[in-house]
């Protein structure tokens, strides 16, 4: 059996080919982008968190009666 597939061949082939491989697979899912689309806590703690936001929010009220409860 005679193979003429060469370095050359190869080289030629991987060229040829390139285009198919320079493109990474597109996500089924991707990222959300909008806030109240976030449904996972975690995912929301940690964008929250490189935003700078206080995530949960937590009323003013509920913070006093926190602070309270810690001074006892």
Request: charged share 35%.
């Given at each position: 059996?005679?193979?003429n597939r060469t370095?050359?061949?190869r080289?030629?082939?991987?060229?040829r080919n390139r285009s198919r491989?320079?493109?990474p697979p597109r996500s089924d899912f991707p990222k959300?982008?909008?806030?109240k689309l976030m449904y996972i806590r975690s995912k929301k703690l940690a964008r929250a968190a490189q935003?700078?936001?206080d995530y949960p929010r937590v009323?003013?009220?509920q913070l006093a009666r926190?602070?309270?409860?810690e001074y006892k």
């Open positions: 059996m005679d193979n370095r050359a061949w080289l030629a082939q991987k060229s491989d320079s493109h959300e982008k909008r806030w935003l700078g936001m009323r003013s009220g926190r602070a309270m409860e």
